[in-house]
């Protein structure tokens, strides 16, 4: 099956640097990746998605790239804010059915000092 | 609103007592799935089901039953729960092919 590794598992930054957090995936087939935040006792929420017909999106401060054949993508923070302290999750998802099945990475904690 | 629904959010039991753990999603979703989270292994999938009577294993499946009756809803049942199932549960839904909403949680602790 999938395997996702995701690097660092937990990464410290001032307020206004940039943050970037890594993923490789095992399955040439996984098609989708999403990026999901997960504050402190809360679920975690979509905030960033890519499909494998695209190598970069992004979308206000936050970017998502992706090298197919490398088979790693990544997610890019600028302008680092306090409230973007959250654990973060890379995930990497096939698609048989028409739905899609993803594996998670094992998440990113992020830590934004004021 | 929008929403998956879970119940309990808390739950504090003892070993080999049965219990379901609910989840209803109100936004006609064919895709849900139970995922449990455990401090440095992120999240992992229970089981997920792409459509009334239709349900799969996903990495994590011993110990573990799920059903999908309904559109809307998608029970977890623990037959005979453990300590080693002590985690913290999300149930997440979403049209096919699309993201996933989650649930707020439900925390287990089995004793």
């Known amino acids: 099956g999938e395997n996702v590794e995701q690097h660092p598992s937990t990464l410290s930054v001032q307020e206004g640097d940039s943050a970037v957090i890594k993923c490789t995936y095992s399955?040439?087939?996984?098609?989708?990746f999403p990026w999901y935040k997960q504050e402190l006792g809360k679920r975690p929420q979509l905030i960033i998605d890519?499909?494998?017909?695209?190598g970069e999106k992004k979308d206000q401060r936050i970017a998502v790239t992706l090298n197919k054949t490398a088979k790693h993508f990544s997610l890019h923070i600028t302008e680092t804010q306090p409230e973007d302290s959250a654990v973060y999750f890379c995930?990497?998802?096939?698609?048989?059915?028409?739905?899609?099945?993803?594996?998670f990475g094992r998440g990113t904690s992020l830590i934004v000092h004021p | 609103e929008a929403q998956v629904t879970q119940n309990p959010r808390y739950l504090i039991t003892v070993t080999g007592k049965k219990l379901t753990v609910t989840c209803s999603q109100n936004?006609?979703?064919?895709?849900m799935s139970w995922y449990r989270q455990d401090p440095g292994l992120g999240l992992r999938q229970i089981y997920y089901?792409?459509?009334?009577?239709?349900?799969d294993k996903g990495d994590v499946p011993e110990g573990y039953k799920v059903s999908r009756k309904e559109k809307r809803n998608f029970p977890l049942i623990l037959e005979s729960p453990s300590p080693n199932q002590t985690s913290l549960y999300f149930c997440?839904?979403?049209?096919?092919?699309?993201?996933?909403?989650f649930g707020d949680g439900t925390r287990l602790s089995i004793l």
């Open positions: 890519i499909r494998s017909n695209v």
């Open positions: 936004m006609n979703h064919e895709y």
């Open positions: 089901s792409m459509n009334v009577e239709v349900t």
């Open positions: 997440a839904s979403s049209p096919l092919g699309q993201p996933q909403h």
């Open positions: 399955d040439s087939a996984s098609n989708y």
């Open positions: 995930a990497a998802s096939i698609r048989p059915g028409g739905s899609y099945i993803p594996t």
